[in-house]
Nanobody
């Protein structure tokens, strides 16, 4: 599975951004991760198939993960952004149905910077 992210950028606190991830095949498990400097990569949103989604507590109510299967694109709509959301964001996929496990396929990442 090839993954290509886009849509990162710089916004002020309270602003919004939408990240996109184009994929070559259609995996059941897809997710968005973020990684801040000096910290471990953290999964923030998961898409299981076409209907089930889960979120980390830190983004619940602010971020929305979704897919357009016709366009083979995964999205992360980010609202009410905070400076602590500043990170490199990665799209990821795995080839089975165990969406809580480690992810095998990764995009190159897109930077999100939120200024106060």
């Amino acid at each position: 599975v090839q993954l290509v992210e886009s849509g990162g950028g710089s916004v002020q606190t309270g602003g919004s951004l939408t990240l996109s991830c184009a994929y070559s095949h259609s995996p059941y498990c897809m997710a968005w991760f973020l990684q801040s400097p000096g910290k471990e990569r953290e999964r923030v949103a998961t898409s299981e198939g076409l209907s089930r989604t889960t979120y980390a507590d830190s983004v619940k109510g602010r971020f929305t993960i979704s897919r357009n299967s016709a366009k083979k694109t995964l999205y992360l709509q980010m609202n009410s952004l905070k400076p602590e959301d500043t990170a490199m964001y990665y799209c990821a996929a795995r080839g089975d149905f165990y969406c809580s496990g480690s992810y095998t396929f990764w995009g190159q990442g897109t930077q999100v910077t939120v200024s106060s």
